[in-house]
């Protein structure tokens, strides 16, 4: 796992092994602003809602029940998340 500074937001380099599934909590760009979340530059979660069927392996994205981050499920494999506001 990794992370790095993408403009306004930070991007995140996550693998996992094969048959381990995840849940991902990103934070929010800001409390109380709506978050962008893409993956490999696809939106997945629009700020608002998940975007079914964007980015193989993605199965879920919402925001999470303290809204301070947007909780992101996936399958096994390797991805890159980046978070900003939304355009």
Known sequence: QSQGQ???G????????????SRV???LIARGK???VTESGTV????SKFVA???QG???AALAADELSVVVETQSGSYS???SLPK
Do not use: E, K
Request: glycine share 12%; net charge negative.
């Open 25 to 27: 909590h990103l934070p």
């Open 81 to 83: 998340f980046a978070t």
């Open 10 to 21: 930070i991007t995140y380099s996550i693998t996992l092994p094969v048959g381990v599934p």
């Open 34 to 36: 709506p978050t962008q």
């Open 44 to 47: 997945v979660f629009d700020g």
């Open 6 to 8: 993408a403009g306004s």
């Open 53 to 55: 069927g964007a980015a």
């Open 58 to 60: 993605v199965v879920a």
